[in-house]
């Protein structure tokens, strides 16, 4: 069975300090890796996704995830936090013999203070 | 805009009651998917279409869960028999298959079930 962890309830960061969220998954076959964001009251925005290929990928608003095999994680990123950025972020894979469903984490919340 | 839709946003019902939610895909995407969303977790996967036909259900969708995309467009999810253990934020969300398996899905902004 694929699964996706999560192991950080919530992340604190100060405005302007790089940030990390973490993500470990667990696969047969090849990960398909996808981050989300939810805002309060919203559905789930996509960020970025790995598929193959170099295994640092850049996404939307200003956010990376880096690809480990070895390590089995894809642990988000961005070089400088900003207040708007705080809200519940989710890792999901799809494993490349589960079909086409997303196996989510149970989300992040990240708290940007200024 | 031309993003996923859901409706009703809200739906409060009582325990056993029956009800229905709408979904709208991208135009473009012929697969479409729902989730289920409880406080403090992830969405979980519940079904998915490509065109009309459902080709995937998880074991989390009794018997009391049905859902349809006749023409390959809208879907609908109904639950007959409504308990409070169905609380929860339903999501839909839709994807293309030009680039396989790599397809991000896009969700739209769900649909909250409250179960009195």
């Known amino acids: 069975a694929q699964s996706v962890a999560q192991p950080e309830d919530q992340v604190n960061v100060a405005e302007g300090n790089p940030l990390t969220v973490k993500c470990t998954y667990s696969?047969?076959?090849?990960?398909?890796l996808f981050w989300y964001v939810q805002y309060p009251n919203r559905g789930l925005q996509f960020l970025l996704k790995?598929?193959?290929?170099?295994?640092l990928v850049k996404g939307s608003y200003g956010f990376e995830a880096e690809f480990n095999k070895s390590q089995t994680s894809f642990h988000l990123k961005k070089p400088s936090a900003l207040v708007s950025d705080s809200a519940l972020y989710f890792c999901?894979?799809?494993?490349?013999?589960?079909?086409?469903?997303?196996?989510f984490g149970a989300g992040t919340i990240l708290r940007v203070k200024s | 805009d031309t993003g996923v839709s859901q409706d009703p946003r809200h739906k409060i019902t009582k325990r056993g009651q029956n009800v229905t939610f709408r979904c709208d895909p991208i135009?473009?995407?012929?697969?479409l998917y729902w989730y289920r969303q409880t406080l403090g977790q992830g969405p979980e996967f519940l079904t998915y279409f490509q065109n009309e036909a459902q080709l995937e259900k998880s074991r989390l969708l009794s018997d009391r869960f049905s859902a349809e995309r006749p023409k390959g467009s809208f879907s609908t999810l109904e639950i007959q028999r409504t308990e409070q253990g169905d609380s929860a934020m339903y999501l839909c969300?839709?994807?293309?298959?030009?680039?396989?398996?790599?397809?991000?899905?896009?969700f739209g902004p769900g649909t909250r079930l409250t179960v009195l």
């Open positions: 999901a894979v799809r494993g490349d013999s589960y079909g086409n469903k997303l196996v």
């Open positions: 790995y598929i193959t290929g170099d295994n």
């Open positions: 135009s473009e995407h012929n697969r």
């Open positions: 969300a839709s994807s293309d298959t030009l680039a396989g398996v790599g397809n991000e899905q896009f």
């Open positions: 696969v047969s076959g090849n990960p398909y």
